[in-house]
Structures are given as C-alpha cells and as structure tokens.
C-alpha cells in the first residue's frame, strides 16, 4: 500500500527541519529520497511504500521485526568532517525512529580512528540507511578536506580558493557546502546567477567587447558579468570593458604576474586551469585574487567512514 500524499509530506517536514539552512532546498531532499529509492526499490521509484524498509533483503532475512541496534560513525581517516546533518536526514527520511547524534562539530578536524556521531534505532532501518548515510558523509567530507588543503597551502597570500561546477550532477548544493565548510567560497551555483563569458561564448559573438556589450545590452546590471581571457591582449581589451571579473585561464606563473602588473587593482583577477595542490602556492603568489579549482568537487576523495552497531 502506498503512503499517503500527507503521510510523504510530513517525513519531508521533518528531514528539512535537521538541515542546515543552505541545504533546505528541494534539490537536496530530492537527491536523499533518490539515494534510499534507488537502493530500496528495483525501479528506484519514489515514494517507497510502508514495506521500503524491509526491502534489505539481507536485513530482513537476519534481524527480527523489532530488534534494535546501536552503534557509532567513525572516521577511519584523519580530514575534515562534513555531512553529518545530510545524513541525519536521511535517516528521517527512512524511519522516524532512527537517530544520529553528532559528536563532533561540522566542518571540524578529525583523526583516524574518531567517534563522529552516535546512531541507534530500528534495526532492519538503521542498515537500510547506512550506505547511503555514509555515501554523503564521505563524499562531502571529502571534498571538504581536499578544500582545506588548498586553503591551507595558499594561507600566506590573499587569494581565495573557488569551486566551480565540476559537480557530480545532482549534488551541486550538498558539494558546494561541503567546500565552504572546508574554509573555500563558492562560484556561481549554477548558469542563472551570474554571466561567465567564456571562449566559446567570445568566438560566438565575435570577440570579447561584442560579448559583453551583448551581455549589458541583455541583462543590464542585473547580474555580475566575469569574463575569461586567454593572452594580455585580451586582458587589455576586458579591462577596458571594466567588468566585475576576469579569469585568467591557462595562464603560467609568468604570464599571471604580468597580467596581475597590468590590472592594478582595477578589476579582481581569477587564476583557473590545472591548478593542483603542487602548483597552487606558486599560483597565488602572483598576486592574483582568487583560484578556481575544478579538482575539489570533479575528483575529491572520499574519505574513508563506517557504521559498526549491534
């Protein structure tokens, strides 16, 4: 029997109520219901029915109805915590009853080794949510940590560290929070809240001031226009268009240091392309204001967490 439109709404209402403010958002909850359905149901449909949770074959053939465990989440490896409120979530989402109870703050340091969160409940419902729990909170702990070295290895600079949207597709918000709470900021969330003009954009209108008159002709002020330059050539005809950014794509340390000469502190500068931890140092002591940095959410990884209850 399926679960009725209010029964659905209300587990919504209580897995949005454990989310930080940032992940309240439809897209978030619609990816933790995608995580159980796809594991639950053989079409990955949603909303599972009354029966979704003893759809752990493996759980309902060796615990009985009402058995109970407890246990603890652990990080095997040292790094920075992210997603216990996700996966509190989730746990919501698959059963009223389970809880997750952190012990460590979000976004904190922890070693190998570390109790991070408290978890009991339902049996057959603590094992159905587990995998997907700890998917999250590796993956956003992940990313989180690799955040962190980035922001570490460029301290002695100015330079911001910036995600992009090399996302995996869905998690776009869950994998931009976890880079601010590595210590990194976020790039636009998506095309709709900012102008990137990038090559092909430029090739397409013809050149770099036909595109941004374009873009002003189109949207006005509405939007922070960003524009992407491949030489100083190009970098003299942007700043002469005063636009809120320019990103300095595939530039060498050189070439950065005289593109940064040039603007003057006119107009912020983003170094993106290739940066890895080896190069980011060199990088940011050209005096550039930000790096982006596809790597952090295109291929963090994920650090190693597990459910151990009895």
């Given at each position: 029997?399926?679960?009725?439109?209010?029964?659905?709404?209300?587990?919504?209402?209580?897995?949005?109520?454990?989310?930080?403010?940032?992940?309240?958002?439809?897209?978030?909850l619609t990816l933790l219901r995608l995580s159980?359905?796809?594991?639950?149901?053989?079409?990955?449909?949603?909303?599972?029915?009354?029966?979704?949770?003893?759809?752990?074959?493996?759980?309902?053939?060796?615990?009985?109805?009402?058995?109970?465990?407890?246990?603890?989440l652990v990080a095997k490896q040292a790094g920075v915590i992210v997603g216990l409120p996700?996966?509190?979530?989730?746990?919501?989402?698959?059963d009223a009853d389970l809880s997750l109870s952190p012990v460590v703050a979000e976004g904190g340091m922890v070693?190998?080794?570390?109790?991070?969160?408290?978890?009991?409940?339902?049996?057959?419902?603590?094992?159905?949510?587990?995998?997907?729990?700890?998917?999250?909170?590796g993956r956003l702990s992940g990313i989180a940590t690799l955040t962190h070295q980035f922001v570490e290895a460029v301290s002695?600079?100015?330079?911001?560290?910036?995600?992009?949207?090399?996302?995996?597709?869905?998690?776009?918000?869950?994998?931009?929070?976890?880079?601010?709470?590595?210590?990194?900021?976020?790039?636009?969330?998506?095309?709709?809240?900012?102008?990137l003009v990038k090559d092909n954009h430029i090739d397409g209108a013809g050149g770099v001031t036909e595109a941004i008159r374009r873009v002003r002709e189109t949207h006005g002020e509405k939007y922070p226009?960003?524009?992407?330059?491949?030489?100083?050539?190009?970098?003299?005809?942007?700043?002469?268009?005063?636009?809120d950014v320019i990103l300095l794509d595939n530039m060498p340390p050189d070439t950065l240091c005289r593109a940064v000469e040039r603007t003057g502190g006119r107009v912020p500068l983003e170094a993106s392309g290739g940066v890895t931890l080896d190069t980011v140092e060199a990088v940011a002591e050209t005096g550039v204001d930000r790096i982006s940095v596809g790597a952090l959410t295109h291929s963090p990884d994920a650090l190693d967490v597990s459910i151990r209850a009895r």
């Open positions: 029997m399926m679960a009725s439109s209010l029964q659905q709404t209300s587990v919504t209402q209580r897995a949005r109520r454990v989310l930080p403010e940032a992940l309240r958002h439809s897209s978030v159980i359905a796809e594991d639950v149901r053989p079409e990955g449909e949603w909303p599972p029915d009354e029966e979704a949770a003893v759809r752990d074959r493996t759980s309902m053939a060796t615990l009985d109805p009402d058995a109970r465990l407890e246990g603890r996700v996966a509190r979530a989730l746990f919501q989402l698959v070693e190998a080794g570390q109790t991070v969160a408290n978890v009991a409940g339902p049996g057959r419902a603590l094992l159905t949510a587990e995998r997907p729990a700890l998917n999250f909170v002695q600079t100015h330079a911001d560290i910036l995600d992009t949207r090399k996302t995996l597709p869905g998690h776009r918000r869950t994998d931009k929070y976890a880079v601010r709470q590595g210590g990194g900021r976020n790039h636009r969330m998506g095309l709709y809240d900012m102008v226009i960003e524009v992407e330059v491949k030489t100083l050539d190009e970098l003299d005809e942007a700043l002469a268009l005063a636009p």
